[in-house]
Structures are given as C-alpha cells and as structure tokens.
C-alpha cells in the first residue's frame, strides 16, 4: 500500500489553473524531499516539481513561472498549484518522494490532467 494520495486533477481549458494535493504519513512528510511527477501518454516519468523539508524548491523548466509547490506541515500535505496550464501540461500527475526508491518505488494510481487548446 502506497502511503500517498493524490487528488485535485481533471479537465481544464489552455490557460486555466488547477492545483493538485498529497496527503502523506506524518513519518513520510517529516523525513522527505516531496515531489510531484508526471506522465504523459507515450513518455517516460518526469519529475515536474518538489520541495524540501527545508522548504527548498524545485521546478522543472517547462513548468518554473507557472507551477508552485508547497508543504502543508499542519496537514502533511505536497500541493501544486498549476497556472497558465497547457496542453502539453496533459498528463497523469503523481506524487512521491525523491528519490522514489526511498519508498521502494512504489507509485500510486495519480491524477489525470487534461488540459484541452
């Protein structure tokens, strides 16, 4: 059983915003680096995003100005907020730690994007 549950996906216009959440185990969100992924149709997993315990961030650059991570320490939660989205922003979002195989690289079923033109 994957310790993390994401939600907050569906179907937006080219434009729109979204923002996904992860609720994780207290021992899960004190220890580790959060991060969320994506994958689109017919690619391999990317990392889109993720923050630190340290409160340190990072962005992939196809997202860095429109994408915003946070950790919600009261709630043991990993949010992304994603604006201005795209297309090709289209994918199944997961969250994980990072590295994932701290967690022995088990994933959970994510969160479908889908950002239509």
């Known amino acids: 059983q994957v310790p993390l549950v994401e939600s907050g996906g569906g179907l937006v216009q080219s434009g729109g915003s979204l923002r996904l959440s992860c609720a994780a185990s207290?021992?899960?969100?004190?220890?580790?680096?959060m991060a969320w992924y994506r994958q689109a149709p017919g690619k391999q997993r990317e990392l889109v995003a993720s923050?630190?315990?340290?409160?340190?961030?990072y962005y992939a650059d196809s997202v860095k100005g429109r994408f915003t991570i946070s950790r919600n320490s009261a709630k043991n939660t990993v949010d992304l907020q994603m604006d201005s989205l795209k297309p090709e922003d289209t994918a199944v979002y997961y969250c994980?730690?990072?590295?994932?195989?701290?967690?022995?690289?088990?994933w959970g079923q994510g969160t479908q994007v889908t950002v239509s033109s």
């Open positions: 994980n730690v990072l590295p994932p195989e701290k967690l022995n690289n088990a």
């Open positions: 207290t021992s899960i969100f004190r220890l580790y680096t």
């Open positions: 923050a630190t315990t340290g409160g340190k961030s």
